[in-house]
């Protein structure tokens, strides 16, 4: 049997810990990943093959997983992240142009990250707030009832600095 080799990618002793007490266990995987994420704020293609080998399963299966879940990023987040509802009320009332106009607005493909790592925009589904349709998550803070003028005004104070002062939550 081959000798494990230590520290192929940097883990943390939790995240070790973690895969140990999951190893064999039914959907570990997947806890292993979230667990995975929830540490770097996505999920590093070097830790990914760390995590397989860890857990004895192909590449393949890890990259499959990550792949097909939206919630996993295999790319470093944006300093915000900018969600934009394409659920059914959020779309009916100009979602799309609103998501099209953010990423031409910040020269940004959908569910990519800015060239100066400032912001992720990504298109998801219903985030529970169709009353407030068209929205918007804004680092987890919903905006609602947006237009394409209202979301580049909301956006403003993110471009400086940390910006999210809390006021950004419709009502
Ligand atoms: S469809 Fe957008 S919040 Fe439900």
Request: glycine share 10%.
């Amino acid at each position: 049997m081959a000798v494990a080799v230590e520290n192929r990618a940097e883990l943390s002793q939790g995240l070790a810990d973690f895969i140990e007490q999951w190893r064999g266990k039914p959907g570990n995987l997947i806890m292993v990943l979230h667990k995975t994420q929830e540490e770097y704020g996505y999920v590093p293609e070097p830790v990914a093959r760390e995590v397989a080998r860890r857990l004895r399963v192909p590449d393949a299966q890890v990259f499959g997983v990550l792949t097909f879940y939206n919630y996993f990023n295999l790319e470093p987040p944006g300093k915000h992240r900018i969600a934009v509802c394409m659920g059914t009320a959020c779309y009916l009332k100009g979602a799309g142009s609103i998501l099209e106009d953010l990423s031409d607005h910040l020269n940004v493909a959908v569910n990519a990250v800015t060239e100066d790592m400032q912001f992720s925009l990504q298109a998801v589904r219903c985030i529970g707030c169709c009353g407030l349709a068209p929205a918007v998550l804004m680092n987890d803070e919903v905006v609602g009832k947006l237009s394409i003028e209202k979301m580049r005004e909301t956006l403003e104070p993110y471009k400086d600095g940390d910006g999210g002062s809390g006021d950004a939550a419709a009502s």
